[in-house]
C-alpha cells in the first residue's frame, strides 16, 4: 500500500497525466452493454399472415418488439439495431408501395414503427432496392434514426476511385451515455457501419445500372474503419447484410460475405443477416473461425436473427475501460427466438406489443381492402 503510494507521488511529480490512466490501469472502468438485433423483417410488422389471412404467433415485429422492450426495462445500457430487408415481403409492403401514401407526406408504417422502438441506428438489405431507388429514398427520409451504408457509390461514370462518392452515410458514431458497473455515467463512442452484399446490383440491375454501384464489403471495411477509429469511435459494430458464405452468383466472391469482414481489423461486432438463419445455431458444426457455443467468428461477437422477426439477436458484452481504451472482455451471443416448443406444441414466449399494434392499424386494413380488391 504504501509503495503504491509513493509510486502514485512520483508520478504525480513527473507525469501528472499519467495519474488517471495509472489509476484506471490498476482499477479499471467496467460497464455491460447490451446489443439488440433485428433483420429481414419483409414488411411483417405485425404478426399477421397475410398470405393466409390469419393472425400468427410464428412472425411479427410487434412480438419480437415485446421482447425489446422487455429487455430494455432489464438493462441499462441496451443498442437495438436493424439489418435490411425491411420494405419488401408481403401484402403490406406491395400495398404501401402501389399507394400514393409516402408522396402525402405520410411516413412508410415500417420505419414508423421502428422510430417508435427507437432503434439507434440501420442498413439497408438488396430488398430494399426493390421498388426503385426513389421509394427507397421517400421511404427513409421517415427514418428518425441514421441508415448507413458504406459500400454502396455514386455511379460517376469515370474510372478513378479516389473521387468515387457514397451514396448513403457510410458510417456514425454514436457517442452512447452508458452507466459503469459502479454506477458512474460515461460515454462510449460506437461506430457503426453498414455493409451489402453487391449482389444487390445485379438484383435490381434496373435500378442500380448507370446509378449506383457497390464495391467490395471487406475492402470498404478495411478502408473506413481506421477513419473511424481516428474520429474516436471506441467499438466499432458492423451491420451486413450478407450471409456466412457470399451469394453463389456473385462474380468476386472473397471478401463479400461475413466470415471476410470478420478478418477486418478493428472491426469489434457483427451483425448480419439476409440468409434468413441463425447465428449462433445450436447443433451446428465449428469451423476453424465459426464458433457456434462462444457465438463468434473470428473471435467475434457476431449474431444473426433469423427472419421476419422470429427472433431477436441479442449480444452482451462486459466492456473495461482500461488508459483510456475500451476493450470487450467478455461476450454472449444468442438468437432469442419469439415462440418456444413445448411437447411438439408452439407456445407464444411474447404478446404483441400493444403500440405497434395501434400505430398498424389504418395500415393494416388498408391492406385488407387492398387484398379484397385484388381478388375482385
Ligand atoms: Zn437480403
Redesign the pocket.
Known sequence: MKIRYILLALLLMFFPYKIAEAEELQNPTKAKLKILETT?IHANILDYDYKNQKRTIDFGLSRTASLIQKIRSQSENTLLFDV??VIKGNALAEFIAKSNLLNLTDIHPAYKTMNLLEYDAATV???EFNYGIDFLMKSLTGADFPVVNANIYVDDHNNMEEDDLHFFNPYVILPQSIRTDEGKEETLNVGVIGLL?PI?AEWDKEYFKGNLIIKNMSETAAELVPKMKKEGADLIIALV??GLQSDGALKEKQGNNVVDVSMVEGIDVLLF????GLFPKNGEKNTDVINHQAGTINGKPTVQAGFWGNHLGIIDLTLEKRAGEWKITASKSQAKPIIRIINDKKVPVVSPYQPIEYLMKPYHEQTLEYIKSLKE
Open positions: 429481414d435490411g430487408d438489405g438488396n430488398h452484399t444487390a447484410h450478407a443477416g439476409h440468409s434468413h
